[in-house]
């Protein structure tokens, strides 16, 4: 069966340190990727995706992920973090044929302390 | 902007009553979910609908039932609660099927 993975359930950083986050498939076809983020209290949004082209996207508040077909993961990461930064997120994969629905990783709690 | 709106944000129900969550989305998606969202487990996809009338089981439907009379709203039914469906459901809709979806602000059901 198809999955995602996430290792890092909880991620503690003090603010300006570097964030990676990680995220494994298991997908042999063709994949749509993303990443989901939700700040305490709101909506789960968008944060990225990537669907084809360049495998390093780019997305709001100064993320980016890296598609590594090889390695089979989409690793999410800010050079920088703000106490504003603390949320959940979830990696999120469909396959990019047919009638496919999208499979979420288990997430990752991330907080950051000021 | 997209909007998903869910009928309740915080519900308290019994062992089993009949519990209708509904989910309105303004967007004219074709496609619509049901998750439910518990700790160290993610997102789990209940139910989906791809068009009027029509769904498609997920991972986790034991327990569920959904109904998609109009193209933008799109109702979970729990025929009877238990204790084990207390959890925080969200809706979310979408164009395509593997295309960026749309969340709702979410249902937190206690079922006591």
């Known amino acids: 069966a198809q999955s995602v993975s996430q290792h890092n359930h909880h991620v503690i950083l003090s603010e300006a340190a570097s964030l990676e986050l990680g995220c494994n498939y298991s997908y042999g076809g063709t994949v749509n990727l993303f990443w989901y983020v939700q700040y305490p209290g709101q909506h789960l949004q968008l944060l990225l995706k990537?669907?084809?082209?360049?495998?390093l996207v780019k997305g709001i508040k100064g993320f980016e992920a890296e598609f590594i077909k090889s390695k089979f993961s989409f690793n999410l990461r800010k050079p920088s973090v703000q106490w504003s930064d603390t949320a959940e997120y979830f990696c999120a994969v469909s396959l990019n044929t047919g009638f496919q629905k999208l499979v979420f990783g288990t997430g990752t709690r991330l907080l950051v302390s000021p | 902007d997209v909007k998903v709106t869910q009928s309740s944000r915080y519900l308290v129900k019994r062992t089993g009553e009949k519990v209708f969550l509904e989910c309105v989305q303004d967007?004219?998606?074709?496609?619509m979910f049901w998750y439910r969202q518990d700790p160290g487990l993610g997102l789990r996809l209940i139910y989906f609908?791809?068009?009027?009338?029509m769904k498609e089981k997920g991972d986790i439907p034991e327990g569920y039932s959904v109904s998609r009379e109009k193209k933008e709203r799109f109702s979970l039914i729990l025929e009877s609660a238990s204790t084990n469906q207390t959890s925080m459901y969200l809706c979310?809709?979408?164009w395509g099927l593997g295309d960026t979806q749309y969340f709702g602000p979410g249902t937190r059901l206690t079922v006591l």
């Open positions: 967007m004219d998606h074709e496609n």
């Open positions: 990537y669907f084809s082209g360049d495998p």
């Open positions: 609908s791809y068009d009027v009338k």
């Open positions: 979310a809709s979408t």
